[in-house]
């Protein structure tokens, strides 16, 4: 099976523009979570969303958004970026299995945004 | 508030010895723990998990043990290499909600 893509890989934004990342799961995986992760801060959950509908949603502003599709492709938008919002942003895709009931995520290699 | 706190951000070990990554956390209501790993560049990769049921689960060279009445997780790596240098995560799962420590820098030296 092909893994969790990313896409773009790399990207350099000014101040104030928008950013759209997207994300293209493992097939059959319907769960998609994301996540920023910088230096002071480590991994920091942004949002979960499964079959098209957010699930769960971590404590960053309005500004993150995202959404999900019935292919389960996801896309994750900031608007309005601020030089904070510079890091790696890491998608995953996860699969639960009902035999061992245990979860396990299969990370993408994630879009690394600068934010000028 | 911080649920999952990896207090130490790094950790150096010679090669061949004993490496042990900690993990705190504040919420009891859990229902397994998972630790990934990390290299530069590449999303963090699955590595072991637990139950909340269990206090020790064992894969290979990698150990984890989970200590509820103190509410302490360890990752224990038997021997060290080079190669298990990265930044290793903690992550527990609360129903819904997915919540990772910090993350600790493991350095393997030969």
């Known amino acids: 099976k092909a893994g969790v893509t990313q896409t773009p890989r790399y990207l350099i934004k000014t101040r104030g523009q928008q950013v759209t990342l997207s994300c293209s799961p493992i097939?059959?995986?319907?769960?998609v979570s994301w996540y920023q992760q910088t230096p002071g801060q480590g991994l920091q959950f942004l949002f979960e969303y499964f079959s098209e509908t957010q699930r769960n949603k971590g404590n960053f502003p309005g500004r993150f958004s995202g959404r999900q599709f019935s292919n389960s492709r996801s896309e994750m938008n900031v608007s309005t970026l601020e030089l904070g919002d510079s890091a790696l942003y890491l998608c995953a895709s996860s699969y639960l299995s009902y035999q061992t009931e245990k979860e396990t995520q299969y990370f993408g290699p994630g879009t690394r945004l600068l934010v000028l | 508030d911080q649920q999952v706190k990896q207090n130490s951000p790094s950790l150096s070990v010679q090669e061949g010895r004993i490496s042990i990554l900690n993990c705190d956390y504040t919420n009891s209501m859990f229902d397994y723990f998972l630790w990934y790993k990390k290299y530069p560049a590449e999303g963090p990769t699955f590595l072991i998990s637990i139950s909340s049921i269990k206090d020790k689960n064992e894969d290979g060279r990698f150990t984890v043990f989970l200590n509820k009445s103190a509410k302490h997780l360890s990752l224990h790596i038997v021997p060290s290499q080079p190669g298990d240098s990265a930044v290793y995560f903690c992550?527990?799962?609360?129903?819904?909600?997915?919540?990772f420590g910090q993350g600790t820098e493991l350095s393997v030296k030969p």
């Open positions: 097939s059959g995986h319907r769960s």
């Open positions: 992550r527990y799962n609360q129903g819904g909600k997915l919540i």
